[in-house]
């Protein structure tokens, strides 16, 4: 056919549609592609696509969630990455890991800190990797980090929850053991020179979780983690179009762009204390008692304070421990 001949071909005939004349210029093209002997480009390098199966997965592969939107699959996935943080990268050594129930519920209270919280996901390694039983533990995430493109997500598939009293009593009904951070904000927030100085635990909350669903409460002193991202400054008027409470500066970010975000490799230990039993002591009604709350609440920080101070203690070196 020559050039005139593909042109009178592609003119629209009596009583044709417009998408009719579309779907016969697509064959059309595509026959010419073919004697042209066109090879179409491949959609997607092995490197995309060996990234969309990572995050999508197979889709021959069974998507098992839970109700609060864990990845069995996505867990099983990842978790080599945060073995290779826990076992090599900040060589995290555990005390008193004994110390959480083997079954049941409970509530581990940890200081919290480090900018970007990779502490819940290494306290629940602690007790996987570490504890006898190798329990999973499901943590809180404040609601800002569900702000970020991808973080909120990766959170969900991971094993977060996010931070609410409904969603941590649902959690301690079905005999979960639950870490809770009662610094929130405050404490990943703090600049560097008030490391390892514990904030002041809001309203409480884990205390009256505790009272109501009879959960013992296992403190948690997680050291190491105030130094992988040593916040300098931050700015909140920066921070306010994106949603998310504050912009850190540290030594290397945004100084050195998206490597910025790489942690430092500290050296970190995670201690578990003795349990209170606040429900056997108490009872159940102690959880309209605002003054006993708040005083249970500051008993339990004087208590994490202190077995930080005791961890720093027996420090020798912030990056060999």
Known sequence: MNDEGKIHYLKRGPGESWEELARRLETRLSELEKELGHHPRKEKTPALKLLKTFWFGDENEPVEYDEFGRDINFVKKVKPLFDFLYYNYWRVRVQGVKNVPSEGRGLIVANHSGTLPYDG????????????????????????????????????????????????????????????????????????????????????????????????????????????????????????????????????????????LIPLPSKWSIYFGEPF?????????????????????????????????????????????
């Open 121 to 260: 996901a290494m306290i629940g390694l602690a007790v996987h990797n570490d504890h006898p039983v190798r329990r999973d533990v499901r943590f809180l995430v404040e609601d800002f980090v569900y702000h970020f493109p991808f973080l909120g997500t990766f959170m969900y598939r991971i094993g977060g929850v996010r931070a609410c009293q409904e969603n941590a009593e649902r959690l301690l009904r079905e005999n979960h053991l639950v870490t809770v951070f009662p610094e929130g904000i405050k404490g990943i927030g703090k600049h560097f020179k008030n490391r390892y100085q514990l904030q002041r635990f809001g309203r409480a909350g884990f205390i009256k979780l505790a009272l109501k669903t009879g959960s013992p409460l296992i403190p948690t002193a997680v050291i190491g983690a105030e130094e992988i991202h040593p916040m300098i400054y931050k700015s909140t008027i920066l921070a306010r179009p994106l949603g998310v409470p504050y912009l850190p500066v540290t030594p290397t970010l945004p100084l050195l762009g998206p490597l910025g």
């Open 277 to 321: 039993d606040f429900h056997k002591t108490y009872g159940p009604d102690a959880v309209n008692d605002q003054l006993l709350i708040n005083r249970l609440s500051e008993e339990v920080r004087q208590k994490i304070q202190e077995m930080v101070i005791e961890g720093l203690k027996q420090r020798r070196s912030t990056w060999f421990g």
